[in-house]
């Protein structure tokens, strides 16, 4: 089961497990810690901001919101409070649009 270059879940380890039905199942390990590379920048949340309007004013795009979260270990989304100071990923291949055509 390839995991595509830009998706969250690239790098992770993925691993066969026997499913409750008796099937074999592939799974994708959880990343319990955050991503090894954060852009350096940093954010300090105001009242009101949740992870998605960080995501769309610091890489353009409020879906995602997990890339924020990514980057700062082990952060539940509805835990962030103003004044919190979060680590913001570099823009990197999930933040690029491809506008190349093919026919």
Known sequence: MPVPRGSRFAGLPVFE??????????V??????GVADPG??????????????????????????????????LRYPLDLAPG??????ARGEATRADRSRSF
């Open 17 to 26: 497990v026997d499913a409750p039905d008796g099937t074999r199942r592939h």
């Open 28 to 33: 994708i390990g959880l990343r319990l810690t």
């Open 40 to 73: 350096g920048a940093t954010h300090r949340v105001r009242q009101g901001e949740a992870a998605d309007l960080i995501a769309r004013a610091a890489l353009g795009d409020e879906l995602l919101w997990w890339r924020v979260l990514d980057a700062n270990p």
């Open 84 to 89: 919190d100071v979060l680590a913001l990923p």
